[in-house]
């Protein structure tokens, strides 16, 4: 049976991704943010353009529209539009906000609500676990590129290198207890 550990488990996987994709971008020079290294690449800016571009069509009124919106140009996404590191920053953050405005008041009994995308039903959960693998893969690669532009020394967004053994050593130090794996990097953001 779902509940409302579905719905925290996915905000706290959602806001993890988010740090991650900012984490990465802030260790490159603002110009670093607009390469792209042969016309099939897509720079960092024009990756942040399809994420926010899809988060604002899917989650602009979700519940009562279908998520690909008339307005929408997805294809706009991936030309080079936007000029400054501030202009990347403020679309990112309007994706997300939005996204977290839609999810964020959702109860248990919506999840089985089912919405459209193109025309093609889905229940709000299989919509969730949609966005859950999209973000994530470009994420992914904003965390891959930023590594390969990054000059000087990269600071690890997760387990560091060579470091495993103490990481899992603190852990089973531990006692047992229930914790999303997200938790402790979602602490240290809000301290």
Not at 60 to 79: A, M, P, Q, V
Not at 86 to 96: I, K, M, P, S, T
Request: charge should be negative; include cysteine; charged fraction near 25%.
């Amino acid at each position: 049976m779902i509940n409302n550990s579905y719905l925290e488990s996915v905000k706290k996987q959602f806001l993890y991704y988010k740090m991650l994709g900012e984490k990465a971008m802030m260790q490159l020079e603002p110009e670093q943010w607009f390469v792209s290294v042969n016309e099939d690449t897509n720079s960092i800016a024009v990756i942040v353009q399809h994420l926010a571009g899809n988060m604002l069509s899917r989650w602009t009124d979700f519940l009562t529209t279908d998520g690909e919106k008339s307005w929408r140009n997805r294809d706009g996404e991936f030309e080079q539009t936007l000029k400054t590191k501030e202009d990347v920053l403020a679309l990112w953050n309007q994706g997300w906000d939005c996204f977290f405005n839609a999810l964020n008041p959702l109860t248990e009994e919506e999840l089985k609500t089912i919405i459209y995308i193109r025309n093609e039903g889905h229940t709000v959960q299989e919509a969730i676990n949609r966005q859950l693998a999209h973000y994530p893969y470009h994420i992914g690669q904003i965390v891959f590129y930023a590594k390969m532009l990054k000059q000087g020394e990269w600071d690890s967004l997760s387990i560091p290198k060579n470091k495993s053994n103490s990481y899992n050593a603190d852990k089973f130090a531990k006692e047992k207890s229930i914790r999303n794996f997200t938790d402790d990097e979602l602490d240290k953001l809000n301290k």
